[in-house]
């Protein structure tokens, strides 16, 4: 259910490496209950925005409010409101599945019982129960992708952030990777996720563009497929960031 | 031209390559399309050398990648998964190191990587450490190329790049074939499977298929559907209930439906979804994609295991 309650606040967000401006005055609202998409060519300043908003990079100015938190002075409240995951760093490879829920657990603060409660029924439903003794490193990509997923959102955070989650994977666990997105949005999580997909635009509730350090557009896929005259987010992009 | 003949790999009890046989032409741009894990990088280290077959064997222009592996070195360029440059020495520094190596020099070669390194000349004197992620993608290739080769060997160099930047690295390696290369190249993206002359679907070490693209999305025999709806996932949802339905996946604003051959019409899956609660939904046949192809293909796959 998308209203129009933000959980995501940026106001003139600017972050500058010397002279370098990876982040010029954004500007944008994600509502609760809502899939954003966050699209942009590479070194269009996504990641630096990205890392601001969960709290591990400090911004150079600007007012930005995550699940309520300041991200000048409350990054310990954002980074326990919030999961994150990403296709480079997901899970410890050499440890087991059932050791790296325990460890992300424990980094949450969730409590003994309630980590696992959540992770029983976790387990089940990936199906993945017969597996929870089995290293990280000895399953499929796949499956990897759709544990870590599930552990970035075990805590029941109010937002995820996924950088490039489906990254390499075969096209049915990418779907099945976006089915577990739409359970999340069901549980009342809001779903911040970058993709180079641009199938997976299509996806979001809305789409932001990046390009430069700047967002150049920012709407539902349909609106800016009308706006660019465009059969799909593919063609979007294209006239967009060339 | 490339010749793969039954060519095993093993990883202790992980079966990376299984049996695969291949042929690529002179000048031909060959694409193995896959996702992680499914055993392309194990088949290009192989045939770079870099890595010995369980059994098999594979030829690159007649020369055995096992006994002439000096010579297929010599002829070869090789851009791998990874970036694999020295990223402390400048673009300028990483080309001239390349053509030294090979016993050749920038000018004479230039020509052939004129198009695309004269884009990142201008930041010649930058180190590779320091580049975005298009302009390292553009000397790596130029680095793979300076000593003019024969057979160009490309391990996903489009993973993890924006969609501009994909599109311009594909014009690149049409003009590369034109030069009359030979051009093996893979990618995890589907959509670019259309830019090479032939393709081979790969997973779990096994070649599913391998054809000209047209003909690939030719070869679909079960009906294909595109469903619009409102709700995607509640669609997708009530459809997974119908009759003879083989898979139901997302497409972008769509949905997709597979269907037994000769089964049903649009008006009989419209009735069933109505039947089920769902409006506003317009059924209608569609054309198969590669994406289409390799998620049934890879569903038959699943069902013989």
Not at chain 1, 28 to 39: A, L, P, Q, T
Not at chain 1, 135 to 161: C, E, R
Not at chain 2, 295 to 300: F, P
Request: proline letters at 3%; hydrophobic letters at 40%; glycine letters at 8%.
């Amino acid at each position: 259910m998308i209203t129009r309650e933000p959980v995501i606040t940026v106001k003139n967000m600017v972050k500058k490496f010397g002279n370098f401006i990876a982040n010029d005055n954004l500007n944008f609202e994600v509502y609760k209950g809502e899939i954003f998409g966050f699209i942009g060519a590479n070194g269009a300043g996504k990641t630096t925005a990205i890392r601001i908003l969960c709290g591990l990079s400090t911004p150079t100015s600007g007012e930005m409010k995550v699940a309520g938190y300041d991200v000048f002075r409350q990054t310990e409240k954002i980074k326990q409101n919030i999961g994150y995951m990403s296709q480079k760093f997901s899970l410890y490879e050499d440890l087991t599945v059932y050791e790296n829920i325990r460890f992300y657990g424990g980094v949450y603060g969730m409590k003994i019982a309630e980590r696992k409660a959540r992770t029983k029924e976790m387990l089940d439903r990936l199906g993945l129960t017969a597996y929870e003794n089995r290293k990280i490193g000895d399953l499929p990509l796949g499956w990897k992708q759709k544990l870590a997923f599930s552990i970035a959102i075990l805590h029941n955070p109010k937002i995820v952030f996924l950088d490039e989650p489906t990254g390499g994977v075969d096209p049915i666990t990418r779907r099945q990777f976006w089915n577990l997105i739409y359970e999340a949005i069901e549980k009342g999580i809001t779903v911040f996720v970058t993709t180079h997909y641009m199938d997976e635009a299509e996806y979001c509730d809305r789409v932001s563009i990046m390009a430069d350090g700047k967002i150049v557009a920012l709407d539902t896929p349909e609106n800016l497929k009308k706006q660019y005259d465009a059969a799909n987010m593919d063609e979007v992009f294209l006239k967009i960031a060339r | 031209m490339i010749v793969v003949n039954d060519l095993h790999k093993q990883y202790g009890e992980v079966v990376a390559l299984q049996k695969v046989s291949l042929s690529v032409e002179q000048g031909e741009l060959f694409g193995l399309i896959g996702p992680d894990g499914a055993g392309k990088t194990t088949l290009m280290r192989i045939l770079m050398s870099l890595l010995l077959p369980d059994s098999g064997t594979a030829t690159m222009n007649d020369l055995d990648v096992v006994a002439d592996y000096k010579k297929v070195r010599l002829i070869t360029g090789y851009m791998p998964g990874r970036f694999s440059l020295y990223p402390d020495l400048t673009v300028e520094e990483n080309l001239k190191f390349f053509a030294t190596v090979f016993g050749t020099t920038i000018q004479e070669n230039y020509h052939l990587i004129k198009d695309i390194y004269q884009q990142i000349e201008p930041f010649k004197n930058r180190r590779a450490g320091k580049l975005s992620g298009g302009m390292k993608q553009k000397l790596a290739l130029s680095c793979a190329m300076i000593h003019k080769p024969e057979i160009l060997i490309l391990d996903e160099p489009t993973t993890g790049v924006d969609a501009v930047s994909r599109k311009e690295f594909w014009e690149m390696l049409k003009r590369l074939k034109e030069l009359g290369i030979t051009i093996l190249v893979s990618t995890p993206y589907m959509d670019e499977a259309s830019l090479c002359d032939r393709i081979a679907l790969i997973q779990e070490g096994q070649l599913m298929s391998v054809a000209t693209p047209s003909v690939m999305m030719k070869s679909f025999h079960e009906d294909l559907w595109t469903i619009r709806t409102r709700k995607i996932y509640d669609t997708s949802k009530s459809l997974e209930r119908l009759p003879s339905m083989i898979s139901v996946n997302s497409f972008g604003q769509v949905l997709h439906l597979v269907t037994k051959k000769g089964v049903h019409t649009s008006a009989s899956i419209h009735q069933f979804l109505t039947e089920n609660g769902e409006a506003e939904i317009l059924a209608e046949p569609a054309e198969a994609s590669i994406e289409d192809v390799f998620i049934l293909l890879m569903n038959h796959h699943k069902a013989r295991q």
